[in-house]
């Protein structure tokens, strides 16, 4: 099994609303992350987890809130979103943080009303 | 500082033209690692290559191919008799070297190729 899921695959919300995204992988992977593509643009990391564990932010607004329940399983918690967050967003698994390929799932495409 | 240039932004090619997608990178490491990833319409990002420093042999998948030549900090990649199927974005991507004091693996992205495949 090589794929990584994400739920849901398209998301509408107010700037007023809380939503989560999910991503769950069966691979073993110890590493998953969070990025963010806008429209033409290649993806932006936003988070890295590694063994559970958050590794990198790379300084993303607090509206933003990632968490990793289990080694398969990583939300990310949306709150007080601007319309500026509306994008694409990819979640991805590796093996290894350091190294290793990455493979993304399909994403949830957000639009902030 | 790490970079990834693919200075072609859209490329159309009618099916069964063989077409090549260009990437030059920048990179002070000795190790590292280069990927190409196919995006389709629908959003997913597919992983299609890894390739670390060391190993400079081309590779061959069905109707894919790619050339690696450190000389010129090139990673090129080559579609043969293309499809309709092959209409995407393609991004090539630069990985540091493990550093297993922190390592990101963080991916550095160039802009992507659209190629548009005419039938």
């Known amino acids: 099994d090589t794929e990584v899921t994400q739920t849901p695959k398209h998301l509408v919300m107010g700037m007023t609303n809380k939503k989560s995204l999910k991503c769950e992988q069966h691979m073993g992977h110890r590493a998953m992350y969070w990025y963010k593509q806008k429209a033409k643009k290649p993806p932006e990391l936003m988070f890295v987890?590694?063994?559970?564990?958050?590794?990198i932010n790379e300084s993303v607004p607090s509206r933003f809130s990632p968490e990793c329940p289990n080694s398969s399983l990583l939300n990310l918690h949306l709150h007080a979103l601007q319309p500026e967050d509306s994008a694409l967003y990819l979640c991805a698994s590796s093996q290894e943080v350091a190294g290793t390929s990455k493979f993304f799932g399909p994403g949830t495409r957000l639009t902030v009303l | 500082a790490q970079k990834v240039t693919q200075a072609q932004t859209e490329i159309s090619v009618v099916e069964k033209e063989d077409v090549t997608l260009d990437c030059v990178y920048e990179?002070?490491?000795?190790?590292?690692?280069l990927f190409w990833y196919k995006q389709p319409p629908s959003g997913e990002l597919v992983f299609l290559i890894r390739?670390?420093?060391?190993?400079?042999q081309n590779e061959i998948s069905g109707r894919y191919s790619w050339n690696f030549q450190k000389s010129t900090s090139s990673f090129n990649f080559t579609i043969t008799a293309s499809q309709v199927v092959d209409s995407a974005v393609y991004f090539c991507a630069l990985s540091e070297a493990p550093n297993y004091g922190g390592a990101t693996n963080k991916l550095i992205f160039g802009t992507g190729t659209l190629l548009a495949v005419q039938p």
């Open positions: 987890y590694s063994y559970e564990k958050l590794s």
């Open positions: 990179t002070r490491d000795t190790t590292y690692y």
């Open positions: 390739r670390n420093s060391f190993d400079e």
